[in-house]
């Protein structure tokens, strides 16, 4: 066994294998990918999502409150139509970059910093 005073930092081995990652990517072109930002397949599938979950939950909102109060299929249409509207407005936001954190936080900062000159 190996002597525990002998091993290497725990730290140590953290940063040999960031700087392995990185002339990894370098080399294989794969720099851009590890910043975090989204991929294509990641965004495609975003916007599917946000397009039929807004339709969704309209046509579910309007059901429910169809069946609640006996007017079917009267609030099941513009339920509808409003969930599809909803979903169009979150795909808008999401191709405009505006959505990308929690309370549009970074729209925010780009409409102070646009005022600030």
Request: glycine share 16%.
């Amino acid at each position: 066994m190996a002597d525990p005073d002998s091993t290497p930092p725990l730290d140590d081995f953290e940063a040999r294998l960031q700087q392995a990652r990185q002339r990894e990517d370098k080399a294989s072109g794969r720099e851009a990918e590890r910043k975090g930002g989204p991929t294509s397949m990641g965004l495609g599938f975003r916007i599917g999502i946000e397009l039929i979950a807004g339709l969704v939950l309209g046509a579910g909102l309007g059901w429910v409150l169809d069946a609640w109060l006996g007017t079917s299929p009267w609030l099941l249409v513009p339920c509808l139509f409003l969930g599809g509207a909803a979903g169009v407005m979150n795909v808008l936001r999401v191709m405009r970059g505006l959505d990308q954190t929690v309370g549009y936080g970074q729209a925010q900062r780009r409409a102070g910093q646009a005022q600030d000159h």
